[in-house]
Structure formats: C-alpha cells, structure tokens
C-alpha cells in the first residue's frame, strides 16, 4: 500500500497518462461503518501534480461533485437520477465507484492541462438521468447544496449565483454567454461521449467533463439539457467520467517534510490503518502555500483551521511547520494587523470582485477578477497568531539563524498583529469589566457576528462575548507576546512595542473567566433539564427520561462557563466544550480542573457525554427555550452535534494528566459511533433507538480533526512512560 501511494506522489511525463489509485476511500472496511454514512461514497485521488482531487457520491440525491483542491479550489458537480420512478417521477439513482485506479495525465506542459478519468457503474436494464451541471468554484457548488438546489427538476436551469448574473448582465457579451456551461452529445456505432464545458467568467480558466459509454452495453440522448443514459441487457454497465483543469496548481509536502522521525517511527511501528490514513490525509492538505481546511467543502486556505492545528500538532511535527502556517497567515494580513479567515480565490474571486463592482464601480477591479480576496470578520485568529509564534519562538530546537531569517521576512508583519492584539485587548486590561472584553463584531442587522470555531448564526447562542476567545486566547497571546519579545531581544532584534504594558495585562485577563460562570442548584438542573425533555419529540423525550432514570439526579451543584455572554455581559447558560482548549494550554489547580471537567463526563442532557456518540459540542437545556429554538433550525453547533476537534482537544488535555479513564470513557463512545474520522457527526432516533449518522456537509478530511494524530503519539508516550 505504501509503496502505490509514493508511486502516486510522482509526476508523470507531460502527455503520458498513468494509473492512480485511491489514496483515501469513504467509508473505509474496518475503519468506518458504512451504515452511518448513509449511502454517502468517496474517493480521494492525486492528479499528475501531486493535488487532490476528491469525488464523492450523495447517495440521498444523487449527486456527484469532483472537488479538485488545487490553486484555485475548483469543482465540477452532476446530478444524477433514476430516468423513469413510479408516476412520471423522479428517484434517486443507484449509480457507484467502478473497481479499478483512476487515469491521470498532463498536457501541455507544467503550466497545461490536467486530466483524471474514472468510471461509473450503470444499473443493468434501467436508464438515469444526468443533469444539474456545474463547473466553478466550489463555493459555488457548495452554495448550490445549501440551497437544497438538489431537490429542483433535473432540468431546471443552470444555478447562476446572482453575482455573477448581475455582473454579466451590466457588462454584456462575451460574459453572459460564459455563465452557463456548453453541453454537445456525439454518437457512433462504437461509443456515445457527452462533452460539457465552460471558462471562468473573465475566460482565463476552463473546466471540462466527458462522459463516454459503450454503445454495445449503452445508449444516450440529450435532450433541455439532461442526458439520459439506458442500460442494455441486465448485467450493470460503466461509463467513463473525465475532468479536466488549466487551473494552477500547488506544490503538496510529504511526510518527512511534515513529521517529526520520531512520529514517523512511531506510526510505522504501529502498522495501524487508522493512523496510515490520518497521515494521508495530512498530506493532502498539506502544500508550501498553505494548510488546507478540508475536503471536499473546504480545500483552501482557513486561517483559524491552521493556526489552531498548529498548537495541537506540536508534539507531532517538523518545526518547520510552524513557519509554513505562520509564514501562510502573515502574507494575508490586513493593514490592521488582522488575521485573514478565508481565502477567496479562482471563480469565487471573480463573484466578490464582481459585486464590489457593481456596488463600488470602481473599474480597476475589472483588471484582475481573479485577484485573491480575504476575510477578516473572525476574531479568535487574531489572537492565535500570536500564540503559534510565542511557542516557535520558545522552541529551543530552532536555531537563532533561522529564526532572525523569519524575522527579517516577517517580524513587520508579525509586530503589527502583536499590535492588533494589543490594541483589541486593551479596554478590559485597563478596566476589567464584562462590557469591555474583546466582542464579536457587528453585522448590518445589529447582531453580533459569530467571529470564533463556532461560526455557525446561532453557534454562540446569540452572544456577544466567546468565552473561548477571552478565556483562551487572549490570555494565552499576552503570555505569548511576553515571549515573543523576550526572544527577540536575545537575537538582537528590536522588541515589542509596548511590552512593558503587557504583564499588567496579563494579570486581569487571567480572571477573565469569572463572568461566564453559571451556577446551578441541583433543583434549577432537575427542572430546566425537565423542561428541555418536555420540549422534545415523544420517541427523544423518552430516550433520554431513560438515561435521567439511570443516572439519578444531581446531589450537588452544577458548574460549567457559559458558551458566551449577551450585549450586557450576562452569561447565555449554555454548556460546550470550549473549555477542552482552556485545560489543555492553561495549567489549572485540581479543584478548578475537576470543575472543568465534570461536564465532559456528565451524561447528556446533564453535561455533555452520549454514550455511543461521544461529546455533544453543546448542551442548551439549561438556556431559555429561544436558545432551544435556535439550535434546532441550525444544527451545525447544535447539542445534535459532535465534533472531532473537539473530543482531540480534551483527549490531548487529558494525555497531559493522569486520567485514565476519562480518557477510555470518551475514546470508546466515539469508536462506537463508527464516524470517530468525521469532521463532525450526529444522530437520529429510529423507533426510539439512538444511532449516529455522518453529518451531511461534514468533511471527509479535515485539518483539524487529523490532529489525532498528535493525541495517538501522546497517549502512546503516556503508556510507555508508565
């Protein structure tokens, strides 16, 4: 295996196709239960440059999106349906992976195009339908799914987003004719290929699909754009599916440039599927111009998802890293001083220079659509920044030379986020009060703009205030700061400016946390927990009774921090797992720590632990019943939610304590939910019986959940030490 995976790493000659076997497949015999996924498939390539490109198969709809995480986070998406349901109507498709590699290939040099082919299976005797084409961006593709635009006619029209419509409209031909993709059906005796293309709207970029079937086993027509393919005879037949890019490219890492030797021995030596494929999946986010977030939703630059990775993999990876992700967040920096969230590049560039055209008209815009756009609405990244740096520069196995490099390429940029920070935290270091801690910024409407990991609408419960940006970050920043200019000066290097201020600073935030603290009698648990109940579905309601009646009622009282405080600086009761980070970057006393962790361990609607599940991220039963109403039409965050950064952040925290069988507890619920690699997953009740099901837009890999990488190495440290 591990031989055909470094034969995929190799680039083959321009013009000369090869094969290309999975590097990943979802879900995975032994790994995943597939089950749970819910009819969901996918598969993870490299194309002849080494970028992944990941297909997968929405069994529940039918579509099928090709992610191609390359420079410009391109898509290609179908959908696909059974041709003739009972009634006229239309069903969802058995359609699926063909065994075998996939084909990739370059032509035209570096700088050509590049090609994968793969096969799909046709039900034997029956006809699909294709249609619902889409070649972009795939922000553009993941628009169109949170649209539910899935659920429209096959052949509806193509899912324009009103950007680019707008814009095209206002500047005429050629753009109008470049918003929709070319669709052309030729047939012999032999074969039958489908050919469908389209340019980016300012035509510096094309995408292209081909599909090819057998005449023998197959026949096609097209007709408003669907094309219907019909099997003939009884046994499945395939068809070829090839896409194709002139888009940029970047330049992926291995793993002996992101892994420590000692990690790599460590995961050789365990010869574990699991661990094989979390390093697989590292590498396929990993790249010399950035970390990526995710496949497929998010393969592109996200600021948080870097610089929160790169506190959990210390243990685990090359010191170099840190620079990559240091090296990634400062090219973006605002003049502020302010950490980018995301990147905006390639067709999703083009929308958000488009509109600020039209709603600007500043005509030099239309110089380069595609010039790379960012985001700065987040707030805990701003205050990342500075922590990764602190522990880079606290690393005594980096030479002083290549630190004073980095400092000669970035310390201007660093020094002005240090001034950000600084700046953001100082209302509450002079006067530390509730109202003068770092808040959300505001959106158009008033409210407060979810700026930290849980940036869902309701992810803070409507807060103003995150505990984990005030209780966790800025804190830890002011420290790093303290050592970031303690170490600049030791090279020679000027320090930060204002740093005398800092440790005063230090000192109030540290007591941050006593406005999010809530407080409840066993009393006020039992009844607001009732109520909750009482809120619930019959079949939930009686669930989760059950659990109540197993486990008795609370004796003593309940403590936990608030998720977050309203505009008023009063704390919003509900209960998350936000403090995970707190205990693993703070030092707590035991009292303050069995505090903190009480909670993970409590059973659900008490605190926060499923059995079968693992860590619900939130539990609201003890907030008003708005709050209830808000996180059951967005579930994202939701108490329906568990999320895999979260359990390897309390997993690492405990891998530093001697807590063994919290630790057994928590790993065991989550292997049990057979989603433990998801990015995030859930659950549903079927005749009263919990079962975990894959979360629909969760990555099937993401940066932040293969930091259980580190957590693995760490408990094994942990065992061996003992």
């Not at 094969?19 to 497949?25: D, G, R, T, Y």
């Not at 084409?133 to 993941?142: D, F, H, K, P, T």
């Not at 979390?278 to 996200?302: C, D, H, I, N, W």
Request: proline content about 6%.
């Amino acid at each position: 295996m591990l031989l055909a995976f470094i034969l995929v790493m190799q680039v083959a000659p321009a013009g000369v196709p090869r094969e290309s076997p999975p590097v990943l497949q979802f879900p995975t015999s032994g790994l995943d239960d597939p089950t749970a996924y819910e009819g969901y498939t996918a598969r993870v390539f490299r194309d002849s440059r080494g970028n992944a490109v990941e297909i997968y198969i929405e069994g529940k709809t039918g579509r099928v999106v090709h992610l191609w995480a390359d420079a410009l986070n391109e898509s290609i998406g179908f959908t696909v349906r059974n041709g003739g349901g009972q009634g006229g109507q239309e069903t969802n498709a058995a359609v699926g992976f063909d065994e075998g590699p996939a084909m990739v290939g370059t032509t035209g040099g570096r700088g050509g195009r590049r090609s994968l082919r793969y096969a799909l299976t046709v039900p034997g005797g029956r006809s699909i339908q294709l249609g619902q084409w889409l070649l972009g961006s795939m922000r553009v593709e993941r628009d169109f799914g949170y649209a539910g635009r899935v659920r429209d006619p096959i052949d509806a029209p193509t899912f324009v987003v009103p950007e680019m419509a707008d814009f095209a409209k206002r500047m005429g031909t050629p753009y109008t004719t470049r918003l929709t993709p070319s669709i052309r059906l030729t047939s012999t005796a032999r074969d039958w290929m489908l050919q469908v293309s389209q340019p980016s709207l300012d035509a510096k970029n094309h995408l292209w699909l081909t599909l090819r079937g057998d005449a023998r086993t197959t026949r096609a027509t097209l007709a408003k754009g669907v094309l219907t393919i019909r099997g003939l005879g009884t046994r499945a037949a395939t068809f070829s599916v090839e896409i194709a890019t002139d888009g940029g490219a970047l330049q992926p890492l291995s793993r002996k440039q992101i892994f420590t030797p000692a990690f790599q021995r460590f995961a050789d030596s365990t010869k574990s599927p699991r661990i094989e494929r979390e390093v697989r999946g590292f590498e396929l986010l990993s790249s010399r111009q950035k970390l990526m977030a995710g496949l497929p939703t998010y393969a592109t630059y996200f600021g948080r998802d870097m610089l929160m990775t790169a506190v959990l993999m210390e243990p685990v990876w090359s010191d170099t890293m840190p620079e990559f992700v240091m090296g990634a967040a400062l090219a973006k920096l605002a003049e502020s001083g302010e950490v980018s969230h995301e990147e905006a590049l390639g067709g999703q560039a083009i929308r958000e220079n488009a509109a600020e055209f039209l709603r600007t008209g500043d005509s030099t815009l239309l110089r380069d659509l595609q010039k790379t756009r960012e985001n700065y609405w987040m707030v805990d990244d701003d205050f990342q920044l500075p922590v990764v740096a602190g522990h880079y520069f606290a690393d005594a196995s980096v030479s002083n030379a290549r630190k004073r490099a980095f400092v000669r390429r970035w310390g201007d940029a660093l020094r002005r986020n240090i001034g950000y920070v600084m700046h953001r935290a100082a209302p509450y270091a002079h006067d530390p009060v509730a109202i003068n801690l770092v808040s959300f910024k505001r959106d158009a409407d008033g409210y407060c703009h979810p700026g930290s990991w849980r940036d869902s609408r309701v992810g803070y419960a409507g807060g103003c205030f995150a505990f984990d940006v005030n209780v966790v970050w800025v804190p830890q920043a002011f420290k790093a700061i303290v050592a970031i200019d303690s170490a600049l000066r030791a090279l020679g290097e000027p320090g930060i400016e204002h740093a005398e201020l800092v440790p005063a600073g230090v000192t109030a935030w540290q007591r941050a946390a006593r406005h999010f603290m809530v407080a409840l009698a066993p009393a006020e648990v039992a009844a607001r927990v009732g109520a909750k109940i009482g809120s619930l579905p019959p079949d939930e309601a009686s669930f989760w009774s059950g659990i109540l009646n197993r486990n008795g009622v609370l004796s003593d009282t309940l403590r936990f921090p608030a998720v977050s405080l309203d505009s008023a600086g009063n704390p919003i009761p509900v209960m998350s797992t936000d403090p995970g980070m707190w205990l693993l970057l703070e030092h707590q006393d035991s009292a303050r720590e069995a505090e903190l962790l009480r909670p993970f361990l409590l059973p659900y609607p008490f605190g926060l632990f499923i059995d079968g599940v693992g860590l619900a991220v939130a539990n609201d039963a003890y907030a008003a019943p708005a709050v209830w109403q808000m996180f059951e039409h967005d579930l994202y965050h939701s108490p329906r939610v568990v999320w895999g950064r979260e359990v390897n952040v309390l997993l690492a925290a405990l891998a530093t304590r001697n807590r063994p069988s919290a630790i057994d507890s928590v790993r065991n619920a989550v292997a049990r939910s057979g989603l433990q690699y998801a990015e995030l997953w859930s659950y549903k009740f079927d005749n009263g019986t919990l079962r975990p099901v894959r979360y629909g837009s969760s990555s099937d890999v993401q940066l932040w959940t293969l930091t259980d990488l580190a957590v693995q190495y760490l408990l094994n440290s942990r065992k061996t030490a003992q």
